[in-house]
């Protein structure tokens, strides 16, 4: 009996270990066979189709291995998955057992078949047999079907890992397609973006001086900044969930960062009529940070705080230090946050009020961002809450440098947008949205710039060659010849080599602007293109 209950031991081991069924099942009959010295041995199993059976190992038979066996000629198969069948081992002799002549024919009189249970019915057999008489005393009928159980865990096993790797490609494809939606979403949304953008900077430069006509485009160019930040933070969700955000850090002083985040954030705060109250240190509050990151974190805190405040509230900004940490604190006077939704408040698509008034809400992801950036940056960030109409509070904790790291210049200032008109220049727009690159040109004639315009890459590559521009800024979605062909046969052309070729598309992942670097782009900006933004670029491309 010792004996036995080693080889159950050992094959329970194996099968928790994940062996493989099939090397499990030969192992384990040769040791049945020697301990109970039989003369046939088999493991059947049922295949994936659910109408036929095969011998999965077998020992002493006539058959070759792996022998598909049809239920219908089968009788001991039959009678394993009829309902009425024990689950137990039985003898071959029982009055419920069929006569079975595909062991008569290979000689065999006595035996046991055992089920090899499965998830709901049986999935297999083990079988022993002898071709002489002989008895098996209840002690054996447990050793194997304690060995069934275990064949059962192996395959219960192998089909669950099976099913597991199926779903994780299932979910891997998903997720594929996932990425290429909202990268294609992102594009789609942006580029009709791009000429309305352009199309109120043109307003706000001829008719800047008309109270009315710049109050209006001030209010849309906000709403047109809020659509642009939803379909970002859309993509970064996705990015973070796939853990496919690489931090630019560098030493960074959290003063500026706040200072940039606040002149982000308010028009729309100024917009509420809200009140703004701004404390921060006199002295540098030094982190090794992604800046932009950081900006967007406190800039999203800061919205919320705007459009969660009923109009003419107050939000207070707090920046200090606490020994080795550096602390940033968003108060408000807003809706607050009950008890029950406090835990759920940096959970993807959760929203504090989905009521109609506080439409404005947004799509739930930005406070997710929130603390998926601070704790890529080590640190923590907690909210808390009186209660419902009682304003809420957001505090964030940051690790800073070493107090023996001195501002010198190795400290990056997060530089202003230029608001000042670059020098002249020779610039050609290629866009297959034809509204985009009109629009556009104008701006730039505007402020004193010779433009000309493409809409397909071919034309692109005529104009190039024909008025020799200073600057390209190009399309990558182009119908025919795409923006990287276009840049490609331009760096091949030793004539055009100077040209500055800046990459204006609706396409702004990291993959995307490594692609536009590796084809010889110089920069790479993402529609809509703050106006602002691009003059800023122009003024610093060297001719």
Known sequence: MCGQ???????????????????????????????????????????????????????????????????????RVQYLISPNA????????????????????????????????????????????????RQFPPGEYLFLQALADVLGVAAERKRLESELRLRVRDLAEGDRRKDEFLAMLAHELRNPLSPVRNGLQVLQVKYGNEPEVNRLAEMMNRQVGQLARLVDDLLDVSRITRGKVNLRREKVDLRTIVNQAVEASRPLIDSRRHELSVESLADPILLNADPSRLTQVVGNLLNNAAKYTDEGGQIGLHVFREGDQAVVRVRDTGVGISSEMLPQVFDLFTQIDRTVDRSQGGLGVGLTLVRSLVELHAGTVHVSSPGAGRGSEFVIRLPVLPSTTSVDSEIRVVPQSPRVPSKSQRILIVDDNADAADSLAMILRLSGHQVWTAYRGSTALEVAETQRPDVILLDIGLPGMDGYEVARRLRRNPDMSGIALVALTGYGHEDDRRKTRDVGFDQHLVKPVDPVELMGLLSQIKM
């Not at 080889?7 to 049945?32: C, N, P």
């Not at 002549?101 to 055992?114: A, K, Q």
């Open 5 to 75: 209950q080693v080889i159950v031991a050992a094959a329970a081991r194996s099968a928790l270990g994940g062996r493989d069924t099939k090397e499990l099942a030969q192992e384990v009959i040769g040791q049945v066979r020697n301990a109970l010295n039989l003369d046939c041995i088999e493991v059947l199993e049922v295949n994936p189709d659910g109408k036929s059976w095969r011998r999965l190992a077998g020992i002493g038979w006539v058959e070759p291995p792996d022998l598909t066996i049809e239920v219908a000629t089968t009788p």
């Open 86 to 133: 024990p689950r137990t081992a039985i003898d071959l002799h029982s009055d419920l057992f069929p006569d079975d002549e595909s062991l008569r024919s290979n000689g065999l009189t006595d035996g046991l078949i055992t089920p090899i249970p499965g998830q709901n019915q049986s999935i297999g057999l083990l079988g022993v047999y002898t071709r002489s008489h």
